[in-house]
């Protein structure tokens, strides 16, 4: 890991991110817009469940494929 290695998003997790959560609130962003949380494996279930009780989860893809995308647009 090095010091700009993406680090999960759960409170005081220093753990490198594996997982991108993407979401919106519809409330405040436009339906095609993504704001992203990232997560270790120890916290991807839970963060996406808080994400999800609220409706706002609307994607859970490995940092790997999220990088890929990103890429390729």
Do not use: Q, Y
């Not at 490198?16 to 409330?27: I, S, Y």
């Amino acid at each position: 890991m090095t010091d700009t290695s993406p680090i999960c998003s759960a409170k005081g997790c220093r753990v490198p991110a594996v997982w991108v959560l993407a979401w919106n609130n519809p409330k405040l962003h436009t339906p095609e817009r993504r704001k992203t949380w990232l997560a270790c494996e120890e916290h991807r279930e839970h963060l996406s469940s808080f994400l999800g009780v609220r409706d706002f989860l609307k994607e859970v893809v490995t940092l790997e494929e999220w990088e890929r995308r990103s890429e390729a647009e």
